[in-house]
């Protein structure tokens, strides 16, 4: 038998920063900067790294149930995730990351319509 560790907590945050960027635009700067998964991955890691990780061993992962029982965080819990990804979406903005989002998103034309991203990592 096979059994596999979920971080529970994980999956909460995912859905709490996918519910905190539904809140913006889609040409919103958060929007367009965290659709990018290493930048959303980032934002992730670093909540994660600052708040208790719930885990819980199932046979089948496939086979977790629909429902989120599983699920149940206390109200401080949830307010310390949403309270974390409002302060770290900032940090990992304003250059406390070595690839700062102007470096990806520049304007379409000069009255800013759009966003296209340029790859530049250097």
Not at 92 to 120: H, M, Y
Request: with cysteine; aromatic share 12%; glycine share 2%.
């Amino acid at each position: 038998m096979v059994y596999t560790i979920v971080n529970l907590t994980s999956v909460l945050v995912i859905r709490e920063v996918e519910d905190f960027l539904a809140e913006y635009p889609l040409d919103h700067p958060y929007q367009v900067f965290f659709s990018r998964s290493y930048f959303r991955h980032k934002l992730i890691a670093h909540i994660l790294c600052k708040i208790p990780n719930r885990h819980i061993v199932v046979e089948d992962v496939e086979n977790l149930p629909n429902n989120s029982n599983y699920l149940r965080f206390s109200l401080e819990e949830r307010l310390k995730i949403e309270n974390l990804i409002a302060k770290e979406i900032p940090y990992i903005l304003n250059g406390d990351s070595t690839i700062r989002c102007r470096e990806f998103v520049t304007p379409k034309a000069p009255i800013n319509q759009g966003f296209v991203w340029e790859e530049n990592y250097n």
